[in-house]
């Protein structure tokens, strides 16, 4: 009858081969339920900054040129093109004057962002001066309280595809006309 509690020296010496084997193994599939470390990310591209705001001297009464935009209520918008800029952050800023159906005007120094379109009044014109506002951020076009007043600008300051026209082109579109706009009343 052969003796089994005595195992040959060449069977003995796989066990802690398949010992370690084993505790790999486990050791491999405990890494899959664990989250890969984290790779580097890719280089973000740096927070959207506006830039440094200029306000342009205030313009004498002859600089506005009228937007061939019909308003709600009579209302007609002008703007000064000598103070036209297009930033390198792609804000559109520029000195605008709403006339009144009575003859009033109100006079501002705002920046727009072609998309989503939006808005920022800067400074308003009071006592022959810009008069600074504090930041109020931009607001959404459609948000904003005289929004449907100024929404002709996107048609003279941005391209269809919702980018900052050239200055030079603003200036034309502003000499020439751009397409005759009707804005209904609301």
Request: charged share 25%; aromatic share 8%.
């Given at each position: 009858?052969?003796?089994?509690?005595?195992?040959?020296?060449?069977?003995?010496?796989?066990?802690?081969?398949?010992?370690?084997?084993?505790?790999?193994?486990?050791?491999a599939?405990?890494?899959?339920?664990?989250?890969?470390?984290?790779?580097?990310?890719?280089?973000a591209?740096?927070?959207?900054?506006?830039?440094?705001?200029?306000?342009?001297?205030?313009?004498?009464?002859?600089?506005?040129?009228?937007?061939?935009?019909?308003l709600?209520?009579?209302?007609?918008?002008?703007?000064?093109?000598?103070?036209?800029?297009?930033?390198?952050?792609?804000?559109?800023?520029?000195?605008?004057?709403?006339?009144?159906?009575a003859?009033?005007?109100?006079?501002?120094?705002?920046?727009?962002?072609?998309?989503p379109?939006?808005i920022?009044t800067?400074?308003?014109?009071?006592r022959?001066?810009?008069?600074?506002?504090?930041?109020?951020?931009?607001?959404l076009?459609?948000?904003?309280?005289?929004?449907?007043?100024?929404?002709?600008?996107?048609?003279?300051?941005?391209?269809?595809?919702?980018?900052?026209?050239?200055?030079?082109?603003?200036?034309?579109?502003?000499?020439w006309?751009?397409?005759?706009l009707?804005?209904?009343?609301?």
């Open positions: 009858m052969p003796n089994h509690h005595h195992q040959p020296w060449y069977r003995i010496r796989w066990i802690p081969l398949l010992l370690c084997l084993l505790c790999a193994l486990t050791a599939r405990a890494d899959e339920d664990e989250p890969a470390p984290a790779l580097p990310a890719p280089l591209p740096a927070p959207w900054h506006e830039g440094r705001v200029v306000l342009p001297p205030l313009p004498a009464a002859g600089d506005w040129r009228v937007l061939p935009a019909r709600p209520g009579g209302w007609r918008l002008r703007l000064a093109p000598e103070t036209l800029v297009v930033t390198a952050a792609g804000v559109v800023r520029y000195a605008l004057r709403l006339d009144s159906p003859g009033a005007h109100s006079r501002f120094y705002e920046g727009l962002r072609c998309s379109p939006r920022r800067y400074a308003y014109a009071g022959g001066r810009w008069i600074s506002l504090p930041d109020q951020g931009w607001v076009l459609a948000r904003h309280p005289a929004g449907r007043y100024r929404r002709p600008l996107l048609d003279f300051l941005c391209d269809d595809e919702g980018r900052p026209l050239p200055v030079k082109e603003i200036r034309q579109r502003l000499r006309g751009a397409p005759a009707d804005i209904e009343d609301e």
